[in-house]
């Protein structure tokens, strides 16, 4: 039989060669043609400005539970008995359980466990489930924990609806700034993030005033049914709605579409993937064909460690950008003295200056500075024109300027200056809750914005307020001038505003409009569909 002659084989090879170029450029017509599809419209329900005035009602809530449970009515006080003993029964929760003051003052720190924890989970589920489901499952837990509290039995449980407290809380840390920063005007940018961080200081007073007055006038468990109460519509609203799309993250509609198309792209990427006895090796971890079809467990577990995989790999890159470890940096060594300064303040103030109301003092002098500043610096830096260096500039100026007044407070004898310069230096202080966020999202690409928001959040809790109250506690004892201790405590806001300084020099650009995904997550996102939408009965295992 004669050979066949190289003509006629050429043709085949030329055939085999362009049908697998077209099997090649299916996947990728498909995401280059999603890629230009117009996003999915806004829910109907959504605007804007209501999306910030709902973020904003949640946060105020949240701190609301701050305040509340801190305050005499819902803390209250435990059972003492005078020299003559006479004895008085306890109050609050700290009477009913009779605990000592060290579990009460784990009960006001057992939320800080479950947002520490969760906060980088939250983080990188965004990545696979739609943010605005998270956050209603993050109010349902934070619900559910808060009405716990209120059918509390006994300390550890109580103490551990405490951190569910937390968990909730770390949804919706994570997950609403970055909306915000998606949806509010390019030029009120950092106005809005400061309208939302402006909650803090005044949820926290509002809940002073909320828990005290029903505490003392029904029972302590009423303040946190009734806060589990206002949360509930929120919490049903997460998952009700038709949910938005953040940039970066979105629930695909058929996870089912998506991995096919991910599957065929990467199988008939010939840089990618090459056969070995007839089995095909996917990319550089040597997935086979065969792999693909594992049984759901199997594929569970790889999910499992991709999710480790993808975490780490964005943990590198947020270490390992300059822009962003300094500012989280500043902002460790910022937190740090406000942290000493809330809990330690009222006490240095009777100290020194012997205020009969040192608690009222310190605390109207933070809740309006710390609203009015907290405005301003949204303000300020829009009208300077909202960049990152300008963030810096301002951070590292408000904070220095600051620092000058209220170490020059301290220093003062009279009560009266050091009321009028300490208001001053924390009006300048609390400038910088705005910009510091504005660059915590936009120095990082917009799929790590939400993992950028919890690693800051985890970080100066860790390293800033939480061991700053025992350390001042330790310095004191040592030096047992009060004065002196107030003064070290505020001289390292100098370091916070040297260390945002160097942020000047960096440098920076703006990532959160960086549309540099792979064309297959432009597909992806394109067509995401919200959670709970009729994707039930489909397996994530399916390819």
């Known amino acids: 039989m004669a050979s066949p002659s190289p003509s006629s084989t050429l043709p085949k090879e030329e055939e085999k060669e362009s049908s697998a170029q077209q099997s090649n450029a299916q996947p990728e017509a498909m995401a280059r043609s999603s890629s230009t599809k117009d996003p999915p419209p806004a829910p109907s329900w959504f605007t804007p400005k209501r999306l910030l005035i709902i973020f904003c009602v949640i946060n105020m809530i949240n701190y609301v539970d701050r305040g509340a449970i801190a305050s005499n009515g819902v803390n209250g006080s435990a059972r003492s008995c005078d020299d003559k003993g006479i004895c008085t029964s306890g109050s609050g929760i700290q009477g009913e359980f009779q605990l000592t003051n060290f579990e009460d003052g784990l009960l006001s720190s057992a939320f800080m466990v479950g947002l520490l924890v969760a906060s ?112 509930l519509p929120f919490a049903v609203f997460g998952f009700v709605v038709k949910p938005l799309q953040l940039k970066g993250f979105a629930h695909v509609e058929s996870k089912k579409a998506l991995t096919s198309v991910e599957t065929v792209s990467a199988v008939n990427d010939d840089s990618e993937a090459s056969k070995v006895d007839g089995r095909i090796l996917v990319g550089r971890d040597g997935i086979s064909a065969d792999d693909l079809n594992m049984p759901c467990k199997s594929v569970g577990i790889c999910n499992i460690r991709n999710q480790f995989s993808r975490f780490a790999k964005d943990m590198k890159v947020l270490l390992v950008d300059k822009v962003y470890v300094i500012n989280v940096l500043g902002y460790i060594a910022y937190n740090f003295v406000i942290g000493a300064y809330s809990y330690w303040g009222p006490k240095a103030g009777y100290n020194i200056y012997h205020m009969k109301s040192a608690d009222m003092m310190f605390g109207g002098i933070t809740i309006v500075c710390g609203i009015l500043g907290t405005i301003s610096g949204g303000f300020i830096l829009d009208r300077m024109s909202a960049t990152i260096s300008h963030a810096f500039i301002l951070l590292s100026g408000a904070t220095f300027l600051g620092a000058i007044f209220c170490f020059l407070a301290f220093c003062l004898r009279s009560l009266y200056g050091f009321i009028v310069l300490f208001a001053v230096g924390e009006l300048l202080v609390f400038a910088t809750q705005a910009p510091v966020n504005y660059v915590c999202l936009h120095c990082v690409k917009p799929s790590l914005r939400p993992l950028s928001m919890a690693i800051s959040t985890v970080s100066i809790h860790i390293f800033g307020d939480v061991p700053s109250s025992p350390l001042v506690g330790v310095l004191q004892d040592h030096v047992n001038n009060w004065r002196e201790t107030a003064l070290i405590l505020t001289s390292i806001l100098f370091l916070a505003a040297g260390i945002w300084f160097i942020g000047v020099f960096l440098r920076s650009v703006d990532k959160s409009n960086d549309e540099s995904e792979s064309q297959v997550s432009a597909n992806a996102v394109a067509n995401r569909k919200p959670l709970l939408d009729g994707n039930e009965d489909e397996s994530p295992c399916e390819v």
């Not at 209120?150 to 994570?174: D, K, N, P, T, Y």
């Open 120 to 231: 980088p989970i939250f983080a990188s589920l965004a990545k696979s489930h739609n943010p605005f489901r998270l956050i209603g499952v993050g109010l349902s837990v934070w619900t559910l924990a808060a009405a716990g509290c209120g059918s509390a039995f006994s300390f550890w449980f109580i103490a551990i609806c405490r951190m569910l407290v937390g968990v909730g809380e770390a949804s919706f840390i994570s997950l609403a700034a970055p909306f915000i920063d998606d949806n509010a005007p390019a030029s009120q940018k950092t106005a809005w993030l400061a309208m939302f961080y402006m909650c803090i200081p005044s949820g926290v007073a509002l809940g002073y005033v909320y828990g005290g007055f029903v505490g003392g006038h029904f029972n302590w468990r009423y303040a946190f049914w009734g806060e589990a109460l206002l949360m």
